[in-house]
């Protein structure tokens, strides 16, 4: 992804944006805790400062005091000034003052629309509010407004867009009508809040496109806040690298990328997933922190060659043939299909044992329908299964419960679908009492705490409830879960995306590390082609339910024999 930046210095002008010597406190349990430690940085108009940095490092936090949006009940701001346009401290406005800055003079765009759009609000509704709140038009004018806008950010059909409720649009359409109502007013700042995170690569690169053509459009300062390093390059003028509520690096972006100063900078560069080569171990910042060397060991094409030769040799463990499955949409008065739609149309490939096939493709080509399918957790159309020469389709509840101790899923979201009200070592646990595996309890707790410590989390956190461990660490006990039973084939289900490229790379080394210690086959599923070329021995291709290719993954990608594919390699951020 390459996106050209054609804002000349001349349009770039005074500082619309300076923050100055930040410091903020969150209260946890009755303790006040410093997050925000003296953060320093400016935005001039017409410029893209990319903050970058992982979960927890203040990025976002810095955005919200900007806007005035920090909870007074649990954070307080104990030094530093935050000044727009060279003149206005916004930490000294009233909250009457701050309402003409948000919104008006002042923009964001959030990272998951669908929590920050009104759901039982119509699209169009939401926009005309908020020009309605700003600007001294009649209603007629701003819906017309809004039908512009929404042109403007490239939304098929504005009006029926403008009538949509956020719940029957696409993850894409919510984000632009989010970065519509952002613009509506024309603002000197726009705030984006990792807008591009939870998106396909095409719809992400088209949604950076869009936020730099409007930047062009108005002139406006952009502060781009995410933790993808890649994406950050490609909008951005200068980098600001954020690291446990401190500032560790500034520069230009080339510059920052190309000779990196600071330890966590190297740390985040080096973590994700090189395209040009396939190294067996994905350093982490942890290691560049530790100061410890770091050398990259690459996997030769001539040994990958060798053990693909060893791999395909044997049988499938899986056999999918003629696979369909079929929702229906539309039913008529009399309870019959009237309009259905073929999540997985006609999907057919093998799977062997000790492989890793990676599936990829944007939101709704089927990928994570097919992996369900697979677990039967899903009704299938028709087509045929096969698991070790015997058929899937049509099992008994008895049966069905033994298929699922053999193939297990690592959802996306561990937190929902870890149960709250009980503790990780009984829900790590619980798989074994399921099947009879281990009844005495002590035994059981010592199986659990074993395979904890092998997938990185201390025993002593056995007791520990869900909410009280990081995204990281809560992937971890959903792979430990899923791995207690000793499964022969693991689906991970976008099981790295929502994640840190730091965390991202310690999760891909562990599954690597397990699959070599306990002889795992899986089936990765992710829209992260970056990732999912890096952890395949094959690769395949989804869009609208169909497999439109599949091969040895670094084939894939270098020759793609599709125009699809190849349109998904081009969007990947570099």
Known sequence: MNLENKITETQIGEDVLKIENLHIEFRSNGI???VVKGVNFSLKKGETLGLVGESGSGKSVSALATMGLLDKNNAKIIAGSILFNSSVDLLKLSEKEMRHYRGGKISMIFQEPMTSLNPVCKCGKQVVEMILQHDNCSKKDAEKRTLELFAEVLLP???????????????????RVMIAMAIACKPDLLIADEPTTALDVSVQKAVLELIKAIQQKYGMGVLFISHDLGIVRSISDKIAVIYKGNIVETGDKDVVFNNPQNAYTKGLLACRPPMDYRPKRLPTVEDYMNEQKCEFVKILPSER????SILYSQEPILQIKDLEVEYVIEKSLLGRKKKSLKAVNNVSFELYKGETLGLV???GCGKSTLGRAIMQLVKTSSGNMIFEGKPLNHLSETALKMLRKEIQIIFQDPYSSLNPKITIGEAIGEPLKTYSIETDAIKRRMMVEELMEKVGLDAAYYNRYPHEFSGGQRQRIGIARALIIKPKIVICDESVSALDVSI??????????????????????????????????RMMVMRRGKVVGIGEADSVYSNPSDEYIKTLIDSVAR
């Open 32 to 34: 006040w805790r410093e």
């Open 157 to 175: 059909e504005p009006q029926r867009i403008f009538n949509a409720y956020p719940h029957e649009l696409s993850g894409g359409q919510k984000q």
């Open 305 to 308: 060659s060798n053990a693909h």
């Open 361 to 363: 493709g944007e939101s």
């Open 504 to 537: 991202q790379a310690q999760v891909l080394n562990l599954l690597a590390d397990l699959k070599n210690e306990f002889g795992l086959t899986y089936i990765f599923i992710s829209h992260d082609l970056a990732v999912v070329k890096y952890v395949s021995d």
